[in-house]
């Protein structure tokens, strides 16, 4: 690994710590004065540090249940208390997981292992964080709604994940973003002033049965689950060849039919109205049915008054010569020329 990493795992500086110590000519490997930031440090070398060797620390991850009235830092220049006031000295160079600010209180994590505060703090990783909130004011819905969509701040575009009420005053809030205050300041804009906030879960790591001011040491097996993949939504592809032959296998065989075996079943044909005309398709007629429609049967008035026998006479002039009507009036000879 890079020399600036190892020296970070050793406990001696942050990794741009560390470069700076490399650059100043204080670090040196086997007997040689190293100052390229690019050296790689294998298992087998000796590394000495201002006279002094080190080597790497086992991995450490501490959870603390924070008390309100504690800074997340190393020390203060107003000698306020801190997070390490509550640890015995063997774990005062473990450095914390983010933060909690100065009234708030609940989980917080202390580890020597860069990768987990990567892990938990970066919001691409999607490591969630649970708080409890307590208002001055009832809640509403609306309010939650306006949570989960997100504010501007003074500190930037927040939002949260997930937001449910647990009561009039009571509300629990999901994160994944770590913006300073930012559960304070979102509340604060919609008109909330936040009475007391306690961090309760990060990831899979519950707040409970740890006292105010406790910590307990996690092991190994706790420590990788914060790496496993979270589950994945099923996605929506086809199935293979090999799937769909024990689908096939498994889905059961389809109830038989009360009617007889001979009674055929309508299918109406693909891309046609299926209607009286297909659906009785057996009763036509083989003829082709003809494109225009049947005249209606048309009657005369003598025909409806009910005489039997005499013939029926359309009702225009069309016909032969000997069964038109005769014309009505006096006939008018030719026109003079």
């Known amino acids: 690994m890079r020399l600036n990493r190892y020296l970070s795992q050793c406990g001696v500086a942050s990794r741009r710590g560390a470069e700076q110590i490399i650059l100043e000519g204080r670090v040196s490997i086997n007997g040689h004065i190293i100052t390229e930031l690019a050296t790689q440090v294998q298992p087998e070398d000796k590394v000495v540090v201002d006279g002094s060797p080190v080597r790497t620390e086992l991995p450490l991850v501490i959870a603390l249940n924070?008390?309100?009235?504690?800074?997340?830092?190393?020390?203060?220049?107003?000698?306020?208390?801190?997070?390490?006031?509550?640890?015995?000295?063997?774990?005062?160079?473990?450095?914390?997981?983010?933060?909690?600010?100065?009234?708030?209180?609940?989980?917080?994590?202390?580890?020597?292992?860069?990768?987990?505060?990567?892990?938990l703090i970066h919001p691409s990783q999607g490591a969630e964080k649970e708080y409890e909130v307590t208002v001055d004011q009832p809640l509403t819905i609306e309010v939650m709604a306006k949570l989960v969509k997100g504010m501007q701040t003074e500190e930037g575009y927040a939002r949260a994940e997930r937001a449910w009420m647990d009561g009039a005053y009571h509300a629990h809030v999901v994160l994944k973003q770590g913006l300073k205050r930012q559960i304070r300041l979102m509340f604060y804009a919609l008109g909330y002033e936040v009475v007391r906030l306690v961090r309760i879960r990060i990831g899979w790591l519950?707040?409970?049965?740890?006292?105010?001011?406790?910590?307990?040491?996690?092991?190994?097996?706790?420590?990788?689950?914060?790496?496993?993949?979270?589950?994945?939504?099923?996605?929506?592809?086809?199935?293979?060849?090999?799937?769909?032959?024990?689908?096939?296998?498994?889905?059961?065989p389809r109830p038989a039919r009360e009617s007889g075996a001979g009674e055929k079943r309508f299918k109406p044909s693909r891309g046609k109205r299926s209607g009286p005309s297909a659906r009785f398709s057996d009763e036509l007629s083989d003829e082709k049915p003809s494109r225009f429609k049947p005249k209606r049967d048309s009657f005369s008035s003598r025909s409806r008054s009910g005489g039997a026998g005499r013939p029926e006479r359309p009702g225009g002039r069309s016909g032969p010569q000997s069964q038109r009507p005769a014309p009505r009036g006096p006939r008018r000879g030719p026109r003079p020329r």
């Open 206 to 252: 519950q707040l409970k049965g740890l006292p105010k001011g406790g910590w307990k040491e996690l092991t190994p097996t706790e420590v990788e689950r914060f790496f496993k993949e979270e589950p994945s939504k099923p996605k929506l592809g086809r199935k293979t060849a090999s799937e769909a032959e024990g689908a096939q296998e498994r889905r059961p």
């Open 66 to 119: 924070k008390p309100k009235g504690y800074l997340c830092s190393r020390g203060d220049t107003h000698e306020r208390m801190t997070i390490y006031d509550l640890l015995p000295l063997k774990f005062q160079s473990l450095h914390h997981v983010g933060r909690l600010d100065k009234e708030s209180e609940g989980l917080i994590l202390l580890t020597n292992r860069g990768e987990l505060s990567h892990r």
